[in-house]
């Protein structure tokens, strides 16, 4: 009978390691990925944004048209859908949460192009988008809110680019 305890308590001890472990690489890849975005400038954007729609079409089979602000917030938000594969889709060897960089991007290119949103970078952040009459931003910067976004809500992307075209259009004073 000791041993079915001992076994027991061994199984838990296990699955609590598993689980701290599980817990700090998460924390620590959030963190590399925050990082990773604060060192972006915006002479970068273009060519991530770039990136992002050639690996959209080509890993994922879809096709981004960054004219068109609803279907690609959509399709952007569809992608969250399925994180493993998003990221999979982006991952580099000495970054896997890459999709970050490239869909952050891409994200507040729409905002610009369709909310006439500017590109601001203040040192040791990331890049944000401002709106609005009083040109502010509108809440977590996309790169952030790409990060956010993974395993969260369907629909919560397009609420954010819809947001932001409000802001911009000065209907949320």
């Known amino acids: 009978m000791v041993w079915l305890y001992s076994l027991g308590g061994g199984c838990l001890a296990l699955l609590a390691a598993i689980t701290v ?19 972006i400038e915006l002479a970068d954007i273009d060519k991530l944004t770039a990136e992002c729609v050639k690996v959209f079409a080509r890993k994922l089979s879809v096709q981004l048209n960054l004219e068109d602000c609803d279907d690609c ?12 594969k998003l990221k999979g889709a982006f991952a580099r060897d000495d970054f896997y949460w890459y999709f970050v960089k490239s869909v952050g991007a891409c994200l507040g290119e729409l905002l610009r192009r369709h909310a006439h949103h500017q590109r601001q970078k203040r040192a040791g952040q990331a890049p944000i988008h401002g709106g609005g ?41």
Not at 31 to 39: D, G, I, S, W, Y
């Open 73 to 84: 917030s959509q399709k952007l938000d569809d992608a969250f859908r399925d994180p493993y």
């Open 21 to 39: 472990w599980g817990f700090l690489h998460l924390r620590q890849s959030r963190r590399k990925a925050l990082e990773e975005t604060q060192a």
């Open 133 to 173: 009459p009083a040109r502010r931003p509108i809440g977590s910067p996309s790169f952030e809110k790409a990060l956010q976004v993974q395993g969260g809500e369907a629909g919560e992307l397009m609420a954010y680019v819809t947001f932001g075209r409000a802001l911009a259009r000065g209907e949320l004073n």
